[in-house]
Structure formats: C-alpha cells, structure tokens
C-alpha cells in the first residue's frame, strides 16, 4: 500500500497568495465596497484585540438564535414554557463557553456573501480601481490573520494542553481517500463527460429554439 506525503505550504507564501486574490477583485469592485468590507473585518479584529468582549457577544447571539429556532421549530407558537422547552434542546455549532468558532462562521459567511454579490463595474474609475485594489490587499491580510488566529484560539480553547504548548510552529491539514487514478479517471471522468454533455445539449437546444443564450 503506498504511504502518504506531506505537502507544506510555507504561511507567508499562502498569505500572499490571498492578498493578491483580494488585491485582483478589490481592483474590480472598487474602493467604496472594499471600504465597507473593511470596516466589518477591523470590527471583528476588535474581539482579538479586547477578548474579554467575545465570550459575552456571542452568549448573546446564541441566545437570541435559539429563541428564534425555537420560535420556528414550534410552529410559531406563542407559548413561552414551550418555546422555553424548544430553545434548551436546540444545538447551534457554537457556544460561548468557546466563542471563536462563532467568528470562524462569521468571518467565512461574511466574506462569501460580500465578494459574492457583484455590482456594476462600469461605473467604477481608475481611481476606485486603484484604491479599490490596495484595500483588498489589506482586506486579504486581515481575512488570513483573522481566521489564523481565531483558529488557534479555537483549538487553545478546546484543548488546554495545546494551549500550554504554546502557538504551534506548523498546522498540518490531512486528506483521507486521495484517488490514485489521474484527473479523468474514476468518477472525474464521469462528472466531465456529463457537464460537457448538458452543456452540449444546452446549446442544441437553444439553437433549435432559435433563442441564443443570453440574450432576450
């Protein structure tokens, strides 16, 4: 059975590659969304900075999320012992007995739904651009950092002993059932030949019905 191997990618090299990504759709998007983006990860610096501000923040919100999954799981009931009832059984992925893996979710979710959501890039300037991309190189300094070190104190958090260790020279990540067959092969090749299929038969399809694709 062949044994495994490691692959190291060196945390400054991972660094940059982010911050160019981020530096390349900051350039697109201009410097007044990258401002906004901006001002959302310094917030959530803020709980790095002041830690004793996390563990209160989050208690907050999961308790507000479970009076809310309760009122949904209820069936929209009003009745307080019952939701009460619902709300203590409800498991939500974070707690603030270890608030970090909330700001993990949120830093995640928050960076998806904000570089995800386009807007016209024809009004954009040179200016913006340019501005645009500085920020984003920031914005991918701080989405690293952010997630690093909210990680450490994740796993510190969970594990007192790795907490006494110290901040740990290197983070290995390992991937169960690597397929030993090349891209095409095993159920590579099947989801390629199906993609190409529906797109093939996506466009025989719009030019028997003479409606070019993307247009009206």
């Given at each position: 059975?062949?044994?495994g191997?490691t692959l190291q990618?060196p945390y400054?090299?991972?660094?940059?590659?982010?911050m160019?990504l981020f530096?390349?759709v900051g350039?697109?998007?201009g410097?007044y969304r990258e401002?906004?983006?901006?001002?959302?990860l310094?917030?959530?610096?803020?709980?790095?900075?002041?830690?004793q501000l996390?563990t209160?923040v989050?208690?907050?919100?999961?308790e507000l999320l479970?009076?809310v999954v309760?009122?949904v799981?209820?069936?929209?009931s009003l009745?307080?012992?019952?939701l009460?009832?619902?709300?203590?059984?409800?498991?939500?992925?974070?707690?603030a007995?270890?608030?970090?893996m909330?700001?993990?979710?949120a830093?995640?979710?928050f960076?998806?739904v904000s570089?995800?959501?386009?807007?016209?890039?024809?009004k954009?300037?040179?200016?913006?651009?340019?501005?645009g991309g500085l920020?984003?190189l920031?914005?991918?300094?701080?989405?690293?950092?952010?997630f690093k070190?909210?990680a450490?104190?994740?796993f510190q958090k969970?594990?007192?002993g790795?907490?006494a260790?110290?901040?740990p020279g290197t983070?290995?990540?390992a991937?169960?059932n690597l397929p030993?067959?090349g891209?095409?092969?095993?159920r590579g090749?099947?989801?390629?030949?199906a993609?190409?299929?529906?797109m093939?038969?996506?466009l025989?399809?719009s030019?028997?019905s003479?409606?070019p694709?993307?247009?009206?």
């Amino acid at each position: 059975m062949p044994s495994g191997f490691t692959l190291q990618i060196p945390y400054d090299q991972l660094l940059l590659l982010v911050m160019a990504l981020f530096m390349g759709v900051g350039a697109l998007r201009g410097w007044y969304r990258e401002f906004i983006s901006t001002a959302v990860l310094v917030a959530l610096a803020v709980f790095l900075i002041e830690p004793q501000l996390a563990t209160p923040v989050v208690r907050y919100i999961s308790e507000l999320l479970r009076i809310v999954v309760a009122f949904v799981r209820s069936g929209f009931s009003l009745n307080l012992s019952r939701l009460a009832s619902v709300a203590d059984e409800t498991t939500l992925p974070f707690d603030a007995s270890n608030p970090y893996m909330f700001f993990i979710i949120a830093l995640v979710i928050f960076v998806l739904v904000s570089y995800a959501t386009g807007g016209s890039l024809k009004k954009v300037t040179a200016l913006s651009r340019l501005l645009g991309g500085l920020l984003g190189l920031f914005n991918g300094y701080l989405v690293i950092s952010l997630f690093k070190e909210y990680a450490l104190k994740y796993f510190q958090k969970a594990s007192p002993g790795l907490a006494a260790a110290g901040t740990p020279g290197t983070v290995g990540v390992a991937v169960a059932n690597l397929p030993a067959t090349g891209f095409l092969g095993g159920r590579g090749g099947t989801v390629v030949l199906a993609l190409l299929a529906l797109m093939v038969g996506v466009l025989l399809i719009s030019m028997i019905s003479n409606h070019p694709i993307g247009k009206r």
